[in-house]
């Protein structure tokens, strides 16, 4: 164990965000907001597990062996995350890191791109530091294969020259957590997969628990809010806790613009309105994925590719950001064939599914 604590938390680019659209759609709010005092998205994460509100299962668990490695002196078993974005996987793993009195490096899948990167990584890696990889699912082949005696076995086999020139080098490394985090775990390769010996799944939160977020995020904002005005972008954050923080602070905005500043339910259902975000969460991109899914593919069977050409989108943003939502509230389905709208779906976009030949489904 580190004789002192480190809390010093190397990130990389913004991983606040997950599409190239909120990416830019951010970028653009936080130059809006950069000649004002409020704190940025970062202000807003918590920075202990007594702070991160929901996935108490997960919470619990994790606690424990963080709390039972810490007791050992020793480091943390290799974790994996896996949910949508913005449910706290970041998040998360930062919390593990300080709780354990470590460093965290943050690095990404994409940024990996050569093997020559993950080894100078993984050899800058002291004693007990956790390195998060985010978008674990994106690590080339080649790179991931170091992964695994680097995970299993604390060591590294590289080889250096060609020909008769080349030799094994067979570095040793210091014990270090992995922690990776992916919106696709189907995506892992198998022999990846199993050398995690934790793996979580978060879900989307309740309402209650995000109705929390809006409240704990709008006290450190210094923003007023009443429990109706909560409870009304709560309900229309589709259980997550990152869109939650962006339409609080549109909410804020709209508030300080249109009101007095304060937030109740009036003001939050008009601001949001405004911004395009329905009762239920959904926003303009997931109501024209449903839309050309309905009216364009009568409901479907549609393929994932199809349906991004037709909305011209990235097939990655559909499926990563907009299907599983729609999922969960049973308003789409993903059948061998391709993807159908429900009856439910298709009622929300004003369609009759009863209507519809062959491609409706009645239930
Ligand atoms: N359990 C939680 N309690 C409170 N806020 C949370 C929680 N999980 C996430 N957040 C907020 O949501 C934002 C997105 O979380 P993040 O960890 O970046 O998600 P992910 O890595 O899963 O995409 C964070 O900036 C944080 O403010
Ligand atoms: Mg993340």
Do not use: C
């Amino acid at each position: 164990m580190p004789e002192s604590a480190r809390e010093r938390v190397v990130t990389g680019p913004d991983d606040s965000v997950s599409s190239p659209e909120q990416r830019a759609a951010e970028m653009l709010r936080d130059r809006a907001g950069r000649n004002s005092n409020s704190p940025g998205m970062n202000d807003l994460r918590p920075r202990r597990f007594a702070d991160y509100i929901g996935q108490r299962n997960v919470v619990n668990s994790i606690q424990i062996a963080v709390e039972a490695a810490k007791h050992r002196g020793d480091t943390l078993d290799h974790a994996l995350f896996h949910g949508p974005p913005g449910l706290g996987k970041t998040t998360i793993s930062q919390i593990i890191a300080r709780e354990m009195d470590t460093t965290l490096v943050h690095t990404s899948g994409p940024a990996l791109e050569r093997p020559a990167d993950v080894v100078g990584i993984l050899s800058n890696q002291k004693q007990g530091d956790v390195l998060f990889i985010d978008e674990i699912h994106r690590l080339s082949h080649a790179v991931e294969e170091y992964l695994y005696s680097a995970m299993e076995d604390f060591r590294v086999d590289f080889i250096t020259g060609t020909g008769a020139f080349a030799k094994t080098i067979n570095l040793p490394l210091q014990k270090f957590t992995l922690i990776g985090s992916t919106t696709r775990a189907g995506m892992l390769s198998p022999p990846l997969r199993e050398r995690f010996a934790l793996t979580y799944h978060l879900d989307y939160y309740s309402d209650d628990e995000i109705t929390q977020v809006v409240k704990r995020s709008a006290m450190i904002l210094s923003v007023p809010i009443d429990n109706a005005g909560a409870e009304v972008i709560a309900t229309r954050s589709r259980g997550t806790p990152r869109i939650a923080n962006n339409l609080l602070r549109r909410v804020r905005d709209f508030a300080q613009v249109r009101g007095d500043g304060t937030i109740d339910a009036e003001i939050a259902a008009e601001a949001l309105r405004v911004e395009g975000v329905d009762e239920l969460g959904l926003d303009r991109l997931d109501r024209l994925y449903l839309e050309t899914l309905v009216r364009q593919y009568s409901g479907g069977p549609a393929g994932i590719n199809a349906l991004a050409a037709s909305a011209n989108e990235e097939v990655q943003t559909l499926e990563d950001v907009v299907e599983p939502f729609l999922l969960k509230i049973g308003f789409i389905l993903r059948t061998p064939q391709g993807r159908r709208a429900t009856a439910a779906g298709m009622g929300h976009v004003g369609e009759d599914g009863t209507r519809r030949g062959q491609g409706a489904l009645l239930w």
